[in-house]
């Protein structure tokens, strides 16, 4: 860093043909990240994890990644409903424990699971979560270690669940939620044609309102953000995102003041974002 100079931000912007090649990048890019840092540098990291089928092709890539030194991985999650029980399928729990949590050797003593937290409201889990993640994230940075971020955007622009009616510039790292009528659509759809049948709602009604997510705060506080955001469903989102203002009613779009932001589409999400003019 030059003389004077007291930020550098760095925001990547890479668009792929496929979810699929998306995926490959993602999973590459946040295995690189995690090889240096645990194996050669031999340092802890703080994984952060998302739970969507967005994040399917980027996880099924980096389970295939070898040379991270996972007994020096501790992994958290964004976010996590409040009112269905601990391994129902719909849990973002269950989702992590099949796509990446059984099938990395990260020991059992590392992954800190909102369902874990036993507390009767959403206000209690989020203070009792906030303070394990705060013990975890200053053991890690006191270890030479970082703090990672993998995460996607909703199709209302939400940031794990942070929606358009929450705080967005609360200081506190984990907060109750009341999930919007768009995420809640959102996720009737996403679990409508799910291959268990005890996965998909009935109704809209049947999808949890109450939530605990991370806040933007807690998001923002990583060294490091990798966001994947495929399909044409979230291409409004994105332009909102990122051609947009910075504007608390686009969670996402906060994501721009990160120093350090991955930000990865494939073809159909980054479908309506502004072009530089060409020649004819």
Known sequence: MGAGVTETVQLTREVFATEGLM?????????????????????????????APSQDAFL?????????DWGKVQVIHLDEYF??????????????RDHIISLVPVPDGNVHFIKAVEADSPS???????????NVVEATRAGGGIYVACIGIGVNGHI?????NTVKRTGRMVIPVRIDEVSVQQQ??????????????????????????LSCAGILD???????????????????????????????SLLRMHPRLNLYLDAESASLLDRKPALD
């Open 23 to 51: 995926g490959q990048a993602v999973g590459r890019d946040v295995a690189d990240l995690l090889r240096e840092t645990t194996a050669e540098r031999s340092r802890p990291v703080v994984l952060n994890l998302a739970a």
């Open 60 to 68: 099924a890539a980096l389970v295939r990644q070898e040379g991270i």
């Open 83 to 96: 009112d269905l029980p601990r391994n129902h399928p719909n849990t973002f729990e269950v989702y992590l």
């Open 124 to 134: 209690e889990v989020a203070r009792l979560y906030e303070a394990q993640v705060r």
């Open 160 to 164: 794990a669940f942070n929606e358009p």
């Open 188 to 213: 009737y759809y996403d679990y409508k044609d799910h291959p268990n049948p005890d996965a998909r709602y009935d109704t809209m009604g049947d999808v949890p309102r109450r939530a605990v997510t």
């Open 222 to 252: 990583a060294d490091r953000v990798f966001c994947a955001v495929p399909g044409r469903q979230k291409a409004e989102a994105v332009r909102a995102m990122w051609d947009g203002p910075i504007t608390n009613q686009v969670p996402a």
